[in-house]
């Protein structure tokens, strides 16, 4: 708000007073106040009949200025030395506190925890590889490609990105334990709907020997590095033996009704020594959902096939259905700090109350089914996540698995004649030219 001006109130004088002067002052300079004064008293004597330029009445009227000089001088002499005393106080009661203040004592760690390194737990969720589903660059626009042989590549690039990590993380922590969740989708199968007998590489029997090939060889990697190595089996939908789907998407008959339940008995068998040994743990869950402890925490996970991803989603993951099985579990079990999931093919880590939703992602990025549903094609990953006794899920870290020569969203436009010529490649016929 702009500041009113004020004129100088001496007759004859116009110019303003300055701005941020005192709301008592009425004059622009003290030679004007000063003049003003006399003026009065001029006034004052004529209508006394008091003749003025007289030697008395003028020493009388110099001699009043002279008194309010000195009075005015006086009031400002006051006003600082109230504002200098109201200083010195301030600066006393700071220089009191200060003087008195006693710092706050810093938390010493406990003896010997900087001797020592923390100890953490880590869990890898291995879902959705639908091993044998074959999907032509063609079919995707020139984008991406599936295949048996990107899957086993895929594999190798996790545990590679596995192994990196714990080299790096093990300098500042200890991480002696390894869960492995396989949550199921580890095959593709060949007969869950007519239209798959196009888009799978081999049949569901093959399908079952590279998966539990792949998983056996990721196992033993991971007893080279890790103390002890826990193993948990669920099923998953297209692990299904038959094409009609029985109680939380599994097998019609029973939930074992599997190949991950097949796969995990050949695994017992196959790696029987680690197991006598101690060293390696496998469960092959016989329901369609497990549980354990990790680190003291509570630990839940299903394939994610029990419940409707197309109820309640936004790109591609039903928020709200993930958000009632997290609750749903807490009640069932009497608490889950951490719930585990596969099947959305979207990863995402999901607050849940005082604990997490994991959702895992998938190791093809896209198929003909997802591409035209969903118009996107998601980077292929493996979540790995971190537990700590005390303080539960202190981090997750992905493990990519690119396929090389796949595009990243935009990268379409780099060359869209050439990637074009991919997706318009014309079909050849056997035994035609």
């Known amino acids: 708000m702009a500041e009113?001006?004020?004129t100088c109130e001496l007759e004859g004088c116009d110019r303003q007073i300055e701005p941020g002067a005192p709301s008592t002052k009425r004059y622009c300079t003290e030679d004007h106040q000063?003049?003003?004064?006399?003026?009065?008293?001029?006034?004052?004597?004529?209508?006394?009949?008091?003749r003025t330029g007289e030697p008395d009445l003028d020493a009388a009227l110099t001699a009043a200025e002279d008194r309010d000089r000195a009075q005015e001088h006086s009031r400002q002499l006051r006003q600082l030395t109230a504002s200098e005393s109201r200083l010195r106080r301030y600066e006393a009661v700071l220089e009191r506190s200060i003087r008195s203040h006693e710092p706050t004592p810093l938390v010493r760690p406990p003896h010997g925890i900087g001797e020592r390194l923390p100890t953490h737990e880590w869990i890898v969720e291995l879902s959705d590889w639908h091993i044998g589903q074959k999907t032509r660059i063609e079919e995707t626009g020139g984008m991406y490609y599936q295949d048996m042989a990107t899957t086993r590549h895929q594999v190798a690039k996790l545990w590679e990105g596995l192994q990196r990590l714990h080299a790096i993380e093990s300098s500042g922590r200890k991480i002696d334990v390894l869960h492995i969740l396989s949550l199921g989708d580890l095959i593709?199968?060949?007969?869950?709907?007519?239209?798959?007998?196009?888009?799978?590489?081999?049949?569901?029997?093959?399908?079952?020997i590279q998966a539990f090939d792949l998983l056996a060889w990721f196992v033993r990697q991971a007893l080279t590095i890790f103390t002890t190595v826990e193993v948990d089996l669920v099923g998953g939908n297209h692990d299904r033996?038959?094409?009609?789907?029985?109680?939380g998407g599994l097998g019609e008959l029973d939930y074992i009704d599997t190949v991950s339940y097949l796969v995990g008995a050949f695994l017992e068998r196959a790696l029987a020594d680690d197991i006598a040994a101690g060293r390696l743990k496998v469960k092959n869950w016989q329901t369609f959902f497990g549980y354990k402890e990790v680190a003291g925490q509570r630990v839940v996970f299903e394939h994610g096939s029990s419940f409707k991803w197309g109820v309640g989603s936004y790109g591609?993951?039903?928020?709200?259905?993930i958000q009632r099985a997290g609750a749903g579990y807490e009640s069932m079990l009497g608490g889950a700090d951490?719930?585990?999931?596969?099947?959305?093919h979207r990863p995402a880590i999901i607050p849940n109350g005082r604990g997490w939703i994991c959702v895992n992602g998938a190791l093809p990025a896209t198929s003909s089914y997802a591409q035209s549903s969903f118009k996107s094609i998601g980077r292929p990953l493996q979540w790995l996540l971190s537990v700590h006794h005390e303080m539960g899920l202190t981090g997750w870290l992905p493990l990519y698995a690119d396929v090389e020569g796949a595009l990243l969203p935009g990268d379409i436009w780099l060359d869209p004649e050439g990637h074009s010529l991919a997706a318009t490649r014309p079909r050849t016929v056997e035994g035609v030219e």
Not at 34 to 49: E, F, N, P, S, V
Not at 188 to 208: A, G
Not at 241 to 247: F, L, N, V
Not at 316 to 321: A, K
């Open 34 to 50: 000063r003049t003003a004064g006399r003026r009065r008293r001029r006034a004052a004597a004529d209508a006394l009949g008091v």
């Open 316 to 321: 591609g993951v039903p928020w709200y259905g």
């Open 241 to 247: 033996m038959g094409r009609h789907k029985g109680d």
């Open 188 to 208: 593709d199968n060949d007969d869950l709907r007519p239209s798959q007998h196009r888009k799978v590489e081999e049949v569901m029997t093959v399908q079952t």
């Open 338 to 344: 951490i719930v585990c999931l596969g099947h959305g």
């Open 4 to 6: 009113e001006t004020r």
